[in-house]
């Protein structure tokens, strides 16, 4: 899990994803809460049974609109034999399924590293993004794929610090009260 999370949040920075809007309700404290509270019941079980990403790790299965890490670890944990202790530690935690884990989750996973995100794009960041935009799209040493790839992932974070999806920013004001927490949390898993 741990593994997990850490490289998803290394993928979606470096690649600068975008997230696909979807409709919906701001985080309730108590999602938070609960979330906060089986993370560390979890990661103890994740040492315990070892819980890997059997061969579709995030790398690979990591799409650029998307970022559900939560629901990609569910898929991997449900094959594993410590599966009844994991649904018995969210149930305990406050969650009614493992699927409302994994999309309370994702949620926060998203609101957190969009939170992250935007504390370091700046403006004058995001001049020197644009800056290098230009700079990539003079550059003949690239080849058209790397530099069709980095100029997309460039883009797509400019875009993403000008206008952020409605969901992930209420998503945000939610997660505010618990910064300091999660980012212990977090940081606890690197």
Aim: avoid cysteine; aromatic fraction near 12%; charge should be positive.
């Amino acid at each position: 899990m741990k593994k997990i999370i850490s490289l998803s949040f290394g993928i979606f920075i470096l690649y600068g994803s975008f997230f696909a809007a979807y409709a919906q309700t701001p985080l309730s404290g108590n999602d938070i809460r609960h979330f906060i509270k089986a993370m560390k019941p979890l990661q103890k079980l994740g040492r315990k049974y070892d819980f890997k990403n059997s061969g579709n790790g995030p790398a690979e299965s990591l799409n650029i609109t998307n970022f559900f890490p939560m629901s990609r670890s569910l898929k991997t944990i449900k094959d594993n034999k410590g599966y009844g202790e994991f649904k018995a530690v969210i149930r305990k935690a406050g969650f009614s399924s493992p699927e409302q884990w994994a999309s309370i989750g994702d949620r926060i996973m998203r609101a957190y590293v969009f939170l992250k995100l935007t504390k370091t794009l700046t403006p004058e960041k995001i001049r020197d993004l644009q800056k290098n935009v230009a700079v990539i799209e003079k550059n003949k040493y690239l080849s058209l794929e790397m530099r069709k790839k980095f100029l997309d992932n460039l883009k797509q974070t400019i875009a993403m610090a000008r206008k952020m999806p409605k969901n992930i920013t209420a998503d945000q004001a939610s997660l505010k009260p618990f910064s300091a927490e999660l980012k212990r949390l977090f940081k606890e898993q690197e």
